[in-house]
């Protein structure tokens, strides 16, 4: 009994002494180690895409092509959170020409639709589900895009993992099959039980799922190209299902859309050039937070502490209230980029923080005005990609056209009805987005592909990943594992404003006595699972010439290489 006894306490010992070994003071959480790879690597959001990106690379192609598969793959085995109904963004690391590619991918609102008509039927927002947020999908197009310039194999061999899958089945993983369930209050949407609630339910854990429509359709894009999509067939079954529904779009807008190549945005933060892209989306955000941040000796606070917690959490309210006013569609607003993301501006702003006291609300800045996937890929030529790639809210719209096996997004309900808002309902238009792909560069080279996956919790997941990484020195796998935070209430591009300073969720790692530390400045704090998004990452090691992964364990991701 005394030598069973003495194993328990051994195997204990060496159970925390593990967990807490070289972590950063004050911090208590398990975690994995990295994935080291010298020849290609990827890091997705589900084990099978992940090994597809793989199987790709060893096959010879580029980190594009490699992305372009996994991301087939996720649009059937995670389909509420991507699919070709969706939009695209990446960030591509060139190894040739040493150069940064933005790609922005997001589709436009119906020409035929305007304001007017939204108010004629009572509405004062678009609503979230039916015909009406539905915008043109801009995923395929963007995959086109990608591959025309960076891909190697042919499409057809991209697509070919994603349709055996589709017709043969895939077992559904825990944490998928959970977001599922969730979304069976869509039965009603049109198409939606069809495809996605066989026998009247969500698939559950283990259960096999197929999806031969989506095949047919991958096929046909597969054959068929672009053109495919949104000239032909799939574009004609669209169009005509939302006619037959209530929706606006036509073949016209199909035709005419195309993906736009943009010059990615950056701001050095303690030596380290973090990327991001420009507006429709979010990523500034991202900028603008770590301009502030820098100002402080985040590091001596220590990860978890009251004081970093606090500045951050001010931090994210001041930029947002900047996120709810400029961010929108550039083709219909002189946004002020470089203001916004400069050290000076940054400077004023910083200014308005109360170390002692929480705040319940901030201005905007005064300028002159002029669920979801990500992955990311690495390949042995040093090129990466970081993309992400979405439905908006689980399923989207959940309007699932006969016969094509995806459900089309829901994008256009982030529009707001706010006459001369940046962000305003018009024909034509991108609405505000959600979605950012990351990178780091360091000296001109690249060090870091990188995203966090989750709505308004993106640009607060990519300042927290980085900060892990940066100020504590997380090994890539610990900074996506680390307890987060996530302030809600901020004021929102669809013109909802902030009020008594929003609330904070906090994961069950941040400690208890920190908690009431917050409170007692002032913060509200509450407990939720599910809501603090979801990490990938990949570094590049140049002088080793190696790859680094991380897939963090709040999803049913992997990060493999080889």
């Avoid at 199909?254 to 991001?276: I, K, L, M």
């Avoid at 502490?305 to 996120?323: A, N």
């Avoid at 006291?357 to 905007?364: C, G, I, P, R």
């Avoid at 009431?516 to 002032?522: A, I, P, S, T, V």
Wanted: aromatic residues 12%.
């Amino acid at each position: 009994m005394l030598n069973k006894l003495f194993i328990i306490v051994f195997i204990l010992i060496a159970m925390i002494d593990t967990i807490t070994q070289d972590r950063p003071a004050g911090k208590l959480f398990a975690t994995r180690s990295e994935i080291i790879a010298r020849n290609g690597i990827a890091a997705t959001s589900h084990p099978l895409a992940t090994q597809v990106a793989l199987d790709i690379l060893k096959k010879g192609g580029t980190a594009v092509d490699a992305a372009i598969a996994a991301n087939a793959m996720l649009g059937l085995v995670e389909p509420m959170s991507c699919g070709i109904g969706g939009d695209l963004f990446a960030i591509v690391w060139d190894a040739s020409s040493k150069k940064l590619f933005g790609l922005n991918a997001s589709g436009r609102s119906p020409r035929a639709l305007t304001l007017q008509i939204l108010k004629s039927k009572g509405l004062d927002k678009i609503p979230l589900h039916g015909p009406l947020p539905v915008s043109v999908p801009g995923c395929v197009d963007g995959w086109f895009e990608l591959h025309d310039k960076f891909g190697r194999l042919k499409f057809a061999e991209l697509m070919s993992p994603a349709i055996y899958y589709a017709e043969k089945g895939f077992p559904v993983t825990e944490v998928i099959a959970g977001g599922w369930k969730s979304a069976e209050y869509l039965k009603e949407q049109p198409g939606f039980e069809k495809t996605f609630l066989p026998g009247g339910n969500a698939p559950d854990k283990g259960e096999i799922f197929t999806n031969p429509d989506l095949a047919n359709s991958y096929r046909l894009i597969a054959e068929g190209g672009r053109r495919a999509f949104y000239n032909d067939s799939i574009a004609e079954k669209i169009v005509g299902f939302l006619s037959e529904h209530g929706g606006y779009l036509s073949l016209m807008d199909f035709a005419s859309h195309q993906s736009e190549w943009v010059q990615p945005e950056s701001t050095n933060y303690r030596g380290y050039d973090v990327w991001e892209l420009p507006p429709n989306g979010q990523g500034i955000a991202v900028l603008q937070m770590l301009n502030i941040l820098e100002g402080y000796d985040i590091k001596n606070m220590g990860f978890g502490s009251t004081e970093y917690l606090h500045l951050l959490i001010e931090t994210k309210k001041i930029v947002y209230e900047d996120r709810a006013k400029f961010y929108g569609d550039p083709s219909f607003n002189n946004i002020p980029v470089n203001e916004l993301i400069s050290k000076k501006y940054a400077d004023k702003r910083r200014e308005l923080i109360d170390e002692l006291k929480a705040s319940d609300t901030f201005d905007a800045g005064k300028l002159e005005h002029g669920d979801t996937i990500y992955l990311t890929v690495a390949d042995s030529a040093g090129n990466m990609v970081s993309l992400i790639q979405s439905n908006y809210w689980g399923f989207g719209s959940g309007m699932v056209p006969d016969g094509l096996g995806f459900s089309l997004q829901n994008r256009g309900e982030l529009f707001t009805f706010e006459e001369g808002h940046f962000n305003q309902y018009e024909p034509g238009k991108r609405p505000f987005h959600t979605i950012i792909p990351g990178f780091v560069t360091k000296d001109g080279e690249p060090w870091l592909s990188f995203g966090v996956m989750g709505g308004a919790m993106q640009p607060q997941g990519h300042v927290q990943a980085l900060i892990n990484i940066i100020d504590f020195g997380m090994n890539f796998q610990e900074a996506g594992d680390a307890p987060r935070i996530r302030h809600f209430g901020s004021s929102q591009p669809t013109g909802s404003i902030m009020r008594d300073g929003g609330y904070i969720y906090a994961e069950s790692g941040i400690r208890y006595e920190i908690i009431d530390e917050l409170r007692k400045l002032g913060h509200k704090i509450e407990y939720m699972k599910g809501v603090y998004g979801g990490y990938q990452a990949i570094m590049r090691d140049g002088k080793r010439g190696i790859y680094y992964g991380a897939s963090e364990s709040r999803k049913d991701g992997q990060a493999a290489g080889y």
